[in-house]
């Protein structure tokens, strides 16, 4: 809570006022410090998850592709935050939803049939 209130800004109104306003300003100064541990750890950015293909995704019609998920129906590439169990599951039910009760197998043969036409 002092910390807090460290922070407010006081408005000089007289000479004695302004003395307590640079004082303040020093204060506030202390607080944003750089080099001070608590500023720095709850400023610290988060690194982005960066998923990993599984096989259990040519389920819903993925495959892996550079480490992007790419729909086998449609041949879009998706980025890599998609690659999440429920957002495949989304885009299957939502861009195919003829394709959303098709079974592993449907999906597999229409891999090896992909392969073959290459």
Known sequence: MERWLKGVKRVATSSNDAECSKAVRAENTAITDPDDD???SSST???TKKRKY???YIS???VDSNGSPLCMLCSKLLPNSSMAPAKLRRHLETVHP????KN???FVKRTVIGKSKI
């Open 38 to 40: 608590a500023t720095t």
């Open 98 to 101: 003829e394709s959303k009760d």
């Open 54 to 56: 599984d096989e259990s």
């Open 104 to 106: 592993k197998d449907f």
């Open 45 to 47: 950015v988060s690194k």
């Open 60 to 62: 819903f019609g993925f």
